[in-house]
């Protein structure tokens, strides 16, 4: 309990609009608290963090932490992140984004940042809707789904964020879920270790919007499901196909070795002042 409470004074604004706008069983607020869990543990300190967002229910979390924030526009997150890694290398830039944000408006941002290998953590809340804004399907809505604007079923086959991450060239990339805490704890820990473009999505519930057009109960019933439906990459790998139909993998998707954009930016500097021969 006194950790609990040390985090939590150390951590959050607590003259900013407190109680929170979520949800009442929203996971946004289990994801926030393994956010500074991991943080915490990695021995950065606050003004070494940078926290970005766009919009969206994800949008808001920086108004309650107490870091270096910006709050952004929609689908921009990562290229305002993007220059200030650039303008100030030595800083930490953690990118949080909901599904929307990060692949339907922000998917060419997104897919380029991991392309190039910027030294940036881009952490996604997949709910599979856009919550904020009216319950709208997003890139992640399954197909044969509800969403207020696919009232009869959503005839668009969804993104996998984790693998478009992987595809595109992040050097990590991580998937859990709000259920499994632990695990997330230790993914963002992974994350923010490492040098170059990591990616964490975060498999949560809108049970307001999605769960409630789609019959799927409760925000306890939609953490269930994610329990219930998802596999850890070690076991998965040892599943024929067909047992692994209807599942998700989380864990540890990706883990290599690439260099990063800012140091081979730094090195073209070098070349170009004639202080370093190519």
């Known amino acids: 309990m006194a950790e609990i ?5 150390e951590y959050l604004r607590h003259d900013k609009k407190f109680p929170h706008v979520w949800c009442p069983g929203c996971g946004i607020g289990i994801m926030l608290g393994s956010l ?42 990562l290229t305002f992140a993007t220059g200030i890694k650039l303008a ?7 990118v949080i984004m909901g599904d ?17 290998n910027i030294d940036l953590t881009a952490i996604i809340v997949n709910n599979s809707v856009y919550g904020m804004t009216g319950g709208q399907y997003s890139p992640t809505t399954p197909y044969g789904m509800r969403s207020t604007t696919t009232t009869y ?20 990339v991580g998937r859990g879920t709000v259920y499994h805490a632990k695990l997330l704890d230790s993914l963002m820990e992974k994350a923010f270790a490492k040098v170059g473009f990591s990616v964490v999505e975060i498999i949560s519930h809108c049970h307001t919007q999605f769960g409630r057009l789609n019959r799927m109960g409760s925000a306890v019933e939609m953490m269930q499901w994610q329990r219930d439906h998802s596999v850890t990459v070690e076991k998965a790998a040892q599943m024929k196909p067909e047992e692994l139909k209807d599942k998700f993998k989380i864990g540890v ?8 954009y800012q140091d081979e930016y730094e090195k ?11």
Not at 39 to 48: E, F, L, R, V
Not at 88 to 94: A, C, F, N, S, Y
Not at 104 to 110: M, P, Q, V
Not at 253 to 260: C, F, N, T
């Open 100 to 116: 929307g944000d990060a692949v339907a408006i922000g998917g060419n941002h997104f897919i380029h940042a991991a392309r190039r």
């Open 253 to 260: 998707l990706v883990d290599r070795e690439l260099p990063a």
């Open 88 to 94: 100030k290398p030595r800083l930490k830039v953690i």
């Open 36 to 77: 500074i869990r991991a943080i915490d543990k990695t021995g950065y300190s606050k003004d070494d963090i940078v926290l970005v967002s766009g919009i969206g229910c994800t949008g808001r979390l920086p108004v309650y932490v107490d870091f270096n924030t910006l709050h952004t526009t929609h689908g921009r997150a």
């Open 153 to 172: 079923s959503n005839v668009e086959h969804s993104f996998n964020i984790s693998e478009l991450a992987v595809t595109a060239g992040a050097v990590f």
């Open 268 to 278: 073209v500097r070098r070349w170009a002042k004639g202080t370093e021969k190519r």
């Open 5 to 9: 409470t040390r985090l939590i004074h």
